[in-house]
């Protein structure tokens, strides 16, 4: 059979797949399959972040575990298919400075490789690699047939969210909208805790890939003796994230592992979730221990009143400098700003206007993600804003919250926080104005709640909890 008519077979195999009631994943799938199968060669689809910077790998055939795990890769020094928008011809991995890993393509058993964009409408949104063991000549007639089945991808992708809820794969990066990655993975957990972890990134409309890169950590000889994957990556903020809801006892082993990554890999950024963390995040949905808790008075005083005036003071003074002579607009999001908001505008010298937002945490049938219930009424268009908080931990909502104002146009953009929990950052954001610095502990008054109650203290403090197994709520955290 010829190489034509086998390529338009592949083609019409792959356009039934597309074309049928299976699930995304198994649709991509079944492309890359007829790629692979067609052209004797190991295939890989690539998809780009939400940020527009990165590629995870989504679907492959043919490549061992290793390379796969290899990481995630950047666009601009992988083949550059994406970026160009152009086919990219490869004929030796080892002598081409696009291979981004060069060696584990060796490894691999790769010599040769082809890689064609994948393109929706005008923007490219991923790419197909294909690699050869032998040393290869990519003809037109393979290039073309890439191609077709490029085209094939991007038209299962934009049929796949035409029809959730009117979602659109020709965002541009940077959109409050789940990337493709959200809509084409499929995982299998290693422990539930982790899924749990994966829902509450999703509720935020953060993306993650899961255990996406082995780092080789002690070696004998050439042969590597010991690896350690990090359970999360988050391409936004170039994050690793670690999970551990292991027993104390066995906590130091992860520890030697990290503290080993950290100093083989020292441009890695990795963090560990300790279970303590892990459960606060859980109790703000409602799940896990903390959330069957109930605060039963105060444990103790972090601010006094006084503390808090002397400190809401200096901040106005701060801010009144940086401000003299414009008129900064301050944005509230309802409701624990409100103590803060209403003290700090009467300590602010210089004429500022002020408005308010309210959200709300949205979960439809295809996504999830924080929604804006109430709008600003004021327009910010050139005008200077300042985001006043009441409290930032883990900087999530803050993140999504900036995105949205910065759609308006503002000249500028900070942020002014009462309370800064540092410990529990997970994306990172850049805060102008800080009252205080405070622990990772549960919090409440001046305007901060344990689920409804201890707004009103005119102090800060740490409730005392104890268990109430018949209620649940949400814990004095943001």
Same mark, same amino acid.
């Not at 047939?145 to 992708?157: E, G, K, P, S, W």
């Given at each position: 059979?010829?190489?034509?008519?086998?390529?338009?077979?592949?083609?019409?195999?792959?356009?039934?797949?597309?074309?049928?009631?299976?699930?995304?994943?198994?649709?991509?799938?079944?492309?890359?399959?007829?790629?692979?199968?067609?052209?004797?060669?190991?295939?890989?689809?690539?998809?780009?972040?939400?940020?527009?910077?990165?590629?995870?790998?989504?679907?492959?055939?043919?490549?061992?575990?290793?390379?796969?795990?290899?990481?995630?890769?950047?666009?601009?020094?992988?083949?550059?298919?994406?970026?160009?928008?152009?086919?990219?011809?490869?004929?030796?991995?080892?002598?081409?400075?696009?291979?981004?890993?060069?060696?584990?393509?060796?490894?691999?058993?790769?010599?040769?490789?082809?890689?064609?964009?994948?393109?929706?409408?005008?923007?490219?949104?991923?790419?197909?690699?294909?690699?050869?063991?032998?040393?290869?000549?990519?003809?037109?007639?393979?290039?073309?047939?890439?191609?077709?089945?490029?085209?094939?991808?991007?038209?299962?992708?934009?049929?796949?969210?035409?029809?959730?809820?009117?979602?659109?794969?020709?965002?541009?990066?940077?959109?409050?909208?789940?990337?493709?990655?959200?809509?084409?993975?499929?995982?299998?957990?290693?422990?539930?805790?982790?899924?749990?972890?994966?829902?509450?990134?999703?509720?935020?409309?953060?993306?993650?890939?899961?255990?996406?890169?082995?780092?080789?950590?002690?070696?004998?000889?050439?042969?590597?003796?010991?690896?350690?994957?990090?359970?999360?990556?988050?391409?936004?903020?170039?994050?690793?994230?670690?999970?551990?809801?292991?027993?104390?006892?066995?906590?130091?082993?992860?520890?030697?592992?990290?503290?080993?990554?950290?100093?083989?890999?020292?441009?890695?950024?990795?963090?560990?979730?300790?279970? #303590?963390?892990?459960?606060? =995040?859980?109790?703000?949905?409602? $799940? *896990? @221990?903390?959330?069957?808790?109930?605060?039963?008075?105060? !444990?103790?005083?972090?601010?006094?009143?006084?503390?808090?005036?002397?400190?809401?003071?200096?901040?106005?003074?701060?801010?009144?400098?940086?401000?003299?002579?414009?008129?900064?607009?301050?944005?509230?999001?309802?409701?624990?700003?409100?103590?803060?908001?209403?003290?700090?505008?009467?300590?602010?010298?210089?004429?500022?206007?002020?408005?308010?937002?309210?959200?709300?945490?949205?979960?439809?049938?295809?996504?999830?993600?924080?929604?804006?219930?109430?709008?600003?009424?004021?327009?910010?268009?050139?005008?200077?804003?300042?985001?006043?908080?009441?409290?930032?931990?883990?900087?999530? #909502?803050?993140?999504?919250? =900036?995105?949205?104002?910065?759609? $308006? *146009? @503002?000249?500028?953009?900070?942020?002014?926080?009462?309370? !800064?929990?540092?410990?529990?950052?997970?994306?990172?954001?850049?805060?102008?104005?800080?009252?205080?610095?405070?622990?990772?502990?549960?919090?409440?008054?001046?305007?901060?709640?344990?689920?409804?109650?201890?707004?009103?203290?005119?102090?800060?403090?740490?409730?005392?909890?104890?268990?109430?197994?018949?209620?649940?709520?949400?814990?004095?955290?943001?």
């Amino acid at each position: 059979m010829s190489k034509e008519r086998e390529y338009y077979k592949a083609a019409r195999r792959a356009a039934a797949a597309v074309n049928s009631t299976a699930d995304i994943k198994n649709r991509l799938d079944s492309v890359v399959r007829n790629i692979a199968r067609t052209m004797n060669a190991a295939v890989s689809l690539v998809l780009l972040d939400a940020g527009g910077t990165k590629l995870v790998h989504t679907s492959s055939r043919g490549l061992p575990q290793f390379y796969r795990k290899k990481g995630v890769l950047d666009a601009a020094k992988s083949m550059t298919e994406v970026i160009t928008g152009k086919p990219v011809v490869i004929a030796d991995v080892t002598n081409d400075d696009r291979i981004q890993f060069p060696e584990m393509a060796v490894k691999a058993g790769i010599t040769s490789a082809l890689g064609i964009p994948v393109i929706a409408g005008e923007r490219c949104i991923g790419g197909i690699r294909v690699y050869t063991r032998e040393r290869y000549d990519f003809t037109p007639q393979d290039t073309v047939f890439v191609t077709t089945m490029a085209n094939l991808i991007a038209l299962a992708l934009r049929d796949y969210a035409a029809l959730q809820e009117g979602s659109d794969p020709l965002k541009q990066p940077g959109q409050a909208e789940p990337s493709l990655l959200t809509k084409t993975r499929s995982v299998v957990f290693a422990h539930p805790s982790e899924e749990e972890f994966a829902g509450i990134l999703d509720f935020y409309n953060i993306e993650w890939v899961y255990e996406p890169r082995s780092f080789p950590l002690s070696w004998e000889g050439e042969t590597v003796t010991e690896m350690f994957t990090p359970d999360f990556y988050l391409p936004a903020i170039d994050l690793y994230i670690e999970l551990t809801t292991v027993k104390q006892q066995l906590l130091a082993e992860k520890h030697r592992k990290l503290k080993l990554l950290k100093e083989r890999y020292p441009e890695v950024k990795v963090t560990l979730l300790y279970k #303590t963390d892990y459960d606060r =995040l859980l109790a703000k949905y409602g $799940f *896990g @221990p903390l959330a069957q808790t109930r605060a039963h008075g105060i !444990d103790q005083v972090l601010y006094s009143a006084t503390e808090i005036n002397e400190r809401v003071k200096a901040l106005a003074a701060q801010i009144s400098r940086d401000y003299q002579g414009r008129r900064p607009v301050l944005i509230g999001v309802q409701r624990g700003f409100i103590c803060f908001m209403a003290d700090l505008i009467r300590q602010i010298t210089i004429p500022v206007d002020i408005d308010f937002m309210a959200i709300s945490y949205y979960t439809g049938l295809s996504k999830s993600s924080v929604k804006v219930t109430k709008d600003i009424v004021v327009s910010i268009t050139g005008r200077d804003v300042i985001m006043v908080e009441d409290i930032v931990d883990t900087g999530i #909502t803050l993140s999504s919250i =900036l995105k949205h104002l910065q759609s $308006f *146009g @503002p000249a500028g953009l900070a942020v002014c926080t009462l309370l !800064d929990r540092p410990a529990r950052r997970l994306a990172e954001v850049n805060l102008a104005y800080i009252g205080f610095e405070i622990p990772d502990k549960f919090v409440v008054g001046y305007g901060l709640d344990y689920r409804e109650e201890y707004r009103n203290l005119p102090f800060i403090g740490i409730p005392v909890i104890e268990s109430a197994v018949e209620n649940t709520g949400t814990a004095g955290t943001k």
